[in-house]
Nanobody, 124 residues
Framework: VQLQASGGGLVQAGGSLRLSCAAS????????MGWFRQGPGKEREFVAGISGSGGITYYKDSVKGRFTISRDNAKNTVYLQMRSLKPEETAVYYC??????????????????WGQGTLVTVSS
């Protein structure tokens, strides 16, 4: 399984970015996909997750209404649209994959494959 995250960059507070994660080597629609982030000196935290079909999504409370996770199973790609970004959301953002039928786990340890991360820097 290989996951390749992209789309990070420098953005001003209040701005938007869309992250992408291209997956290969797996039956993509059988995997829950998650986005996590790890800021400087912080632990890795769950941001958003999406079921294999795309019909169920789950968000960290602080990003609800600003971030949208989606997936295109024909392209083996998951996206994270981020709006109204805040400086404290500066972090390396990672995509992750977990083969399961039910649930969207928020714990990093539940995910079996990880992308390399893409840096998002939000300036004030």
């Amino acid at each position: 399984v290989q996951l390749q995250a992209s789309g990070g960059g420098l953005v001003q507070a209040g701005g938007s970015l869309r992250l992408s994660c291209a997956a290969s080597g797996l039956s993509f629609s059988s995997y829950v996909m998650g986005w996590f982030r790890q800021g400087p000196g912080k632990e890795r935290e769950f941001v958003a997750g999406i079921s294999g079909s795309g019909g169920i999504t789950y968000y960290k409370d602080s990003v609800k209404g600003r971030f949208t996770i989606s997936r295109d199973n024909a392209k083996n790609t998951v996206y994270l649209q981020m709006r109204s970004l805040k400086p404290e959301e500066t972090a390396v953002y990672y995509c992750a994959a977990d083969r399961r039928v039910f649930g969207i786990p928020p714990m990093p340890s539940s995910y079996e494959a990880w992308g390399q991360g893409t840096l998002v820097t939000v300036s004030s």
